[in-house]
């Protein structure tokens, strides 16, 4: 069985947790280092990315979430995409630094920081993803071997995946598509 932890600091952990275990992972929620032992990935949820980032300080576990995201599967969403990026424009909050990705933070202001939109994801087959944006990062720059699995109308992009590392703009675990689950499982099962 693929076992995929989700780092459970602050934000939206449980619904994350709730997919994979529908979708059949064995799940553990990650507040420790030893939590990392022995998972085949990991979730880095949605929620505060300076929360989180200062949580991981004071539990450290910022070496051992690089150390992890260096080798094995792991998905960013949303504040996780922040946490996960090697550049979001300012050095005032931790962040792992891990995916060559340029993100900026609440990239679409204060009246319309939250929308839903039907987005098509690079490898999730015909059918659109319908996207949940809350006061959403966008990804500006990539690098390197950085793959755009998804984009706005306007080209602006919200989903990236280089090797084993995926990152969202917007909240998969809010609606009832598994798809992009089931697409992050499948990556943490092949590289076992
Ligand atoms: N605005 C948050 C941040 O900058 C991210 C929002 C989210 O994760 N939904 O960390």
Redo the contacts with the bound molecule.
Sequence with gaps: MTTIGVLALQ?AFIEHVKILRRLGAETREVRLPADLDGLDGLIIP?????TIGKLAVAFGLVEPLRAFAGQHPTWG????M?FLAKDIGNDRQPILGVMDITVN??AFGRQVDSFEVDLPVKGLGDEPFHAVF????IVTAVAGEVQVLAALADGRIVAAQSGHLLATAF?PELTADDRLHAYFLNMATQAK
């Design positions: 934000g949605g929620g505060e990315s300076t969403t949303c504040a996780g922040i933070r609440n809350i006061r959403a990062p909240h």
